[in-house]
């Protein structure tokens, strides 16, 4: 592929976030008409949840995507998946047990934590 | 607010997944600019995740969304939670130890059991 044109766009924010300021500024080039591909360098960091959704949204003004998803970079993305998940147990766990119940929220937190502290010794999963 | 002709879209699937069959016509309706408003009963249930993305694309095809966000049901609701965060913890555990380490994914999937199993018992949040 070559492209006339290139416009690099970065957040510095998890894929959990629906609400990301380069993203939104993508959707709405999307809906001017202004972008005709979008390469995603890790589907993961686009989005980590409702990759259907954006798919559904760009196709439907014409943008392609292409996924590049290097092999570079394992154990930052590793670290990502698990601060994402506890940032999900975390908020599930609120809305689990609500304010009436801390403590069962942070006993639900603590175990996620116990197991996927050792995150840093996780096996290279590059191969 | 009354409309003049009314559909009633239904989906039995959880709000995890992106490509379900009724929320997938929905939008093709919205894209064909047959639908003007649109009235989501739980919006925990339209989608879990990213629901920013959804209101991206109907708002970019004109479409109002209603949310209903009901009162009753609380108890299914808190269930279909439990299920929701037990599926993401599964799925996650396999991106995090993959294939090398049932163990470990198997250990933090019953961890998360272990707290969230007395989900029946839950005080009731209704207030």
Redesign the interface.
């Known amino acids: 592929m070559a492209f006339v044109e290139t416009l690099t766009i970065t957040d510095v924010a998890s894929g959990?976030s629906?609400?990301r300021t380069g993203l939104?500024r993508l959707?709405g080039l999307a809906?001017e008409d202004r972008v005709t591909d979008l390469a995603i360098t890790y589907k993961d960091r686009l989005?980590?949840?409702?990759?259907?959704?954006?798919e559904?949204?760009f196709t439907?003004?014409g943008v392609r995507i292409h996924i590049v998803d290097g092999q570079e970079d394992k154990k930052s993305l590793?670290q990502e998946?698990?601060d994402?998940?506890i940032s999900?147990?975390t908020s599930?766990s609120g809305?689990?047990?609500?304010l009436?119940?801390h403590g069962?929220a942070r006993?639900?937190v603590s175990?996620?934590k116990?197991?996927?502290s050792d995150?840093g010794e996780?096996?290279d999963?590059g191969s």
């Open positions: 959990l629906d609400r939104l959707m809906r989005t980590r949840f409702g990759f259907g959704y954006l559904q949204f439907g003004y590793q998946l698990v994402d998940l999900i147990v599930f809305k689990l047990y609500g009436r119940s069962k006993e639900l175990a996620v116990g197991v996927v995150a996780l096996p999963q």
